[in-house]
T-cell receptor
Framework: DTGVSQDPRHKITKRGQNVTFRCDPISEHNRLYWYRQTLGQGPEFLTYFQNEAQLEKSRLLSDRFSAERPKGSFSTLEIQRTEQGDSAMYLC????????????FGPGTRLTVT | KQEVTQIPAALSVPEGENLVLNCSFTDSAIYNLQWFRQDPGKGLTSLLLIQSSQREQTSGRLNASLDKSSGRSTLYIAASQPGDSATYLCAVRRDSSYKLIFGSGTRLLVRP
């Protein structure tokens, strides 16, 4: 079991560019989550998938943000027309089926928009 | 609306001390509560998860308690070590949602 992996680990982009992040959950975890964390704050929920279905989205997920999990395995998070306010750590987590729903987090992708 | 608060925001203690980190939440209709550790610039490591029906969980030198009715959880760290230095975050999951709602964390420094 290799844990949740995220790619890239760091991304620097210019304002107005599009970026895409990838998350690979723990094998056989059917639930996948995206969070965003800014300096000195706790993570904030963005969206949640159960298998390939996106079941919950935060108001933080503006129309510039889109997430997919096409085959119920890995997920991508795309930000279009990036703004300086998008600079943050983007965290992915997964949890297995069952009643406990403990979430396991990846190392995160740090985005810097210049 | 569920809000999670962690006090203190920062804590500095000498090595060997026992310490308590506090977490409070405003809505008692929670499904579970998780405590995490985060090292600078890194992801989150799950430390303990307490289901809403449980009162406490233990793992090694860590003990977490939950009092749903008062909206409080504590994380007790025994015999602290410099390697325990990190930010500790608590997060609650409500009955009606799968998302976690986080506090802002307690930044812990254990001095040798």
């Amino acid at each position: 079991d290799t844990g949740v992996s995220q790619d890239p680990r760091h991304k620097i982009t210019k304002r107005g560019q599009n970026v895409t992040f990838r998350c690979d959950p723990i094998s056989e975890h059917n639930r996948l989550y995206w969070y965003r964390q800014t300096l000195g704050q706790g993570p904030e929920f963005l969206t949640y998938f159960q298998n390939e279905a996106q079941l919950e989205k935060s108001r933080l997920l503006s129309d510039r943000f889109s997430a997919e999990r096409p085959k119920g395995s890995f997920s991508t998070l795309e930000i279009q027309r990036t703004e300086q306010g998008d600079s943050a750590m983007y965290l992915c987590a997964s949890s297995p089926q069952g009643a406990v729903h403990e979430q396991y987090f990846g190392p995160g992708t740090r985005l810097t928009v210049t | 609306k569920q809000e999670v608060t962690q006090i203190p925001a920062a804590l500095s203690v000498p090595e060997g001390e026992n310490l308590v980190l506090n977490c409070s939440f405003t809505d008692s209709a929670i499904y579970n509560l998780q405590w995490f550790r985060q090292d600078p610039g890194k992801g989150l490591t799950s430390l303990l998860l307490i289901q809403s029906s449980q009162r406490e969980q233990t793992s090694g030198r860590l003990n977490a308690s939950l009092d749903k009715s008062s909206g409080r959880s504590t994380l007790y760290i025994a015999a602290s070590q410099p390697g325990d230095s990190a930010t500790y975050l608590c997060a609650v999951r409500r009955d009606s949602s799968y998302k976690l709602i986080f506090g802002s964390g307690t930044r812990l420094l254990v001095r040798p």
